[in-house]
């Protein structure tokens, strides 16, 4: 009874510190925020790539539909002119004409259509991991892994600007590895209930062994994660082999050196 009342008073204080705002939500809300970020990400780029292709098979479909139709209409009207009296509406160059537009933009959407090639590549993240209350077997592991999948999703970007495509390397890592580590989060959240709910049990007593595997498991995990960071900020420290340091801040400080010597005799003025 003892150990379900601190327990019970344990999970009253957490619900208050999160409430509050005083619990280490930090990089809980912030991976949350890359994720659905990520996900925005990918849906727009599926949409604009689903828009674009129904407006080039549109093209070439309805050009097509209207050369094929003015064509046949404006040969009709010509053969009908020569013989008789013509009984189609308009001039037959107005037909001619609408069909050279419509084989155009039926050709321009068909190879539109061949140039925009396959669908983009879509990396679905992983969902955030289950938050575990502090002071818990495992709470400190889950935390660490949120907070290097946090660093990891930061890194991306600038890793993409200064080598591209190494970011989406990165995110894929991330993928492969953030997987098999949440399930391990989701253990041992399982684990911790059980323990609670039936304290002094022999289910409770495995499940406390359980947990404590679980839990080197994920910590070995994150230490392979610090290896990937260290990598990528080796990286973000290597030089740009395209141009020097002076090469790209040269101008600009030559720039700047000028402006002010500008304004100096102008004041002298």
């Not at 098979?57 to 050009?63: A, N, R």
């Not at 946090?150 to 495509?165: K, S």
């Not at 890592?173 to 989060?185: H, K, R, S, V």
């Not at 039936?198 to 080197?216: F, I, K, M, W």
Request: proline content about 6%.
């Amino acid at each position: 009874m003892i150990e379900q009342g601190v327990a019970r008073g344990l999970d009253l204080v957490e619900s208050f510190r999160v409430a509050t705002g005083q619990s280490p939500r930090t990089s809980s809300k912030a991976l949350a925020a890359q994720h659905k970020r990520a996900v925005e990400a990918n849906r727009r780029s599926l949409t604009k790539y689903r828009v674009r292709t129904q407006t080039y098979q549109s093209q070439s479909t309805g050009g097509a539909v209207v050369a094929g139709v003015g064509g046949a209409i404006g040969l009709i009207d010509v053969v009908a002119e020569t013989t008789a009296s013509s009984g189609v509406p308009g001039p037959a160059w107005m037909w001619l004409a609408a069909a050279g537009v419509g084989l155009f933009v039926s050709v321009r959407g068909r190879l539109k259509l061949r140039r925009l090639g396959p669908p983009p590549s879509v990396i679905e993240p992983v969902a955030p991991p289950p938050r575990l209350p502090s002071g818990r077997v495992g709470s400190i592991e889950v935390s660490r892994f949120t907070s290097v999948r946090v660093q990891v999703m930061n890194m991306a970007p600038a890793l993409d600007r200064l080598y591209p495509g190494s970011g989406d390397e990165l995110r894929r890592a991330d993928n492969e590895a953030a997987g098999p580590l949440t399930a391990l989060a989701e253990r041992l959240v399982v684990l911790d209930q059980l323990q609670r709910e039936l304290p002094g049990t022999a289910a409770a007593r495995q499940a406390a062994a359980s947990s404590d595997l679980v839990r080197q498991r994920l910590a070995d995990g994150c230490a392979t994660y610090d290896e990937l960071l260290a990598a990528a900020a080796r990286l973000l420290a290597s030089p740009d082999m395209t141009r020097s340091t002076s090469d790209i801040l040269g101008p600009a400080v030559n720039a700047m050196i000028a402006y002010s010597h500008g304004l100096q005799r102008a004041a002298e003025l």
